[in-house]
């Protein structure tokens, strides 16, 4: 959530073996998140829907202080 360009989500992917995906607003950062093989997803955390998908991990690193809308991002979560 808010993965900006993947970098935590990449080593994390790689450490682990994982698949990852980014959520965040800039093209051009999710541009990088997806030259290095993770899933992107565009958009504000506020405002994603995610569905029926779930995720073994979940992971808001210092992002809380760009979100519009915490209480409804925490919601989303």
Do not use: K, N
Not at 37 to 42: A, D, F, K, V
């Amino acid at each position: 959530m808010g993965g900006s360009t993947g970098v935590v989500a990449a080593v994390l992917c790689d450490a682990f073996g994982a698949q990852g995906a980014v959520l965040d607003p800039s093209p051009d950062e999710l541009a990088v998140a997806t030259a290095a093989g993770l899933e992107t997803i565009p958009g504000f955390v506020e405002d994603f829907d995610p569905g029926s998908r779930r995720w073994d991990l979940v992971l808001f690193c210092q992002t809380i202080d760009h979100v519009l809308d915490v209480a409804a991002s925490l919601a989303v979560l």
